[in-house]
């Protein structure tokens, strides 16, 4: 049986500009809130920058919804998941591949991924409030946090806290697969929020946004 995947609309700028609207924001108050810079945020509202999940995360909780109001994962009716027939996705057409392994039910915090990284790919670097663990199941990770670099094959984890500056880079020849859990940033926890200070022309790592496909991070949250 094929894999089900679902692609993240070419409208999600599009959805994040409406949901501003409507909750009456400006670019620079939705910046001040979610600690992205309104350059970038004006790129994404045009379509022409790619969000991570994590600064995803972030906008979503400052325009107080979730994370799936604007990639519009699809929901699991309970909490089991079948290897085989789990929802597949990639954020606007970037190449790791996501799938949803945690189940979506009211008060939840924790948030489950596999991910599909191929070879080569580097993330930006973030930093966030909460948690991540991460497993390696197949291939290598090069995880870094505080630039610390940290080279991870199959078997091996790493449990880290998201205040710290942290990437990873699958630097092998081969695809590497790995296991993802942590605490997304949901209307219902925004205590656990906490803006990241940066310059207002620059990207979450303080450089320019990155192209399309080296956009995407480890779902943070």
């Known amino acids: 049986m094929s894999k089900k995947r ?33 350059s970038y945020l004006s790129q994404v509202e ?12 972030e906008i979503a909780a400052a325009l107080d919804v979730s ?10 009716v309970d909490s089991v998941t079948r290897a085989g027939l789990r929802h597949r996705f990639s954020v606007a057409g970037n190449s790791v591949i996501y799938e949803q392994i945690g189940a979506d039910f009211p008060g939840h915090e924790l948030t ?31 995880q870094k946090v505080d630039d610390q670099g940290f080279l991870l094959r199959a078997g091996d ?8 500056p942290h990437s990873y880079s699958n630097p092998g020849d081969r695809p590497a697969r790995l296991l993802w859990t942590g605490k997304m940033l949901h ?26 496909d080296n956009t995407s991070e480890l779902p943070a949250g």
């Open 112 to 142: 489950s991924f596999v991910l599909d990284v191929p070879p080569h790919y580097t993330s930006e670097t973030v930093q966030h409030s909460g948690e991540e663990i991460i497993f390696v199941l197949e291939g290598e990770i090069l």
């Open 187 to 212: 209307p219902a926890t925004p205590s656990a929020y906490t803006p990241r200070e940066r310059s207002a022309d620059t990207g979450r790592d303080g450089t320019a946004p990155q192209a399309a």
């Open 46 to 57: 045009r379509g022409n920058a790619v969000p991570t999940l994590g600064t995803l995360a």
């Open 67 to 76: 994370i799936d109001h604007f990639i519009a994962t699809p929901k699991q």
């Open 157 to 164: 984890s790493m449990h880290y806290l998201g205040q710290h």
């Open 6 to 38: 679902s692609s993240i609309p070419a409208a999600l700028g599009q959805r994040v500009r409406k949901r501003r609207q409507l909750m009456s924001m400006t670019l620079q108050e939705l910046s001040n809130t979610c600690g992205v810079s309104v």
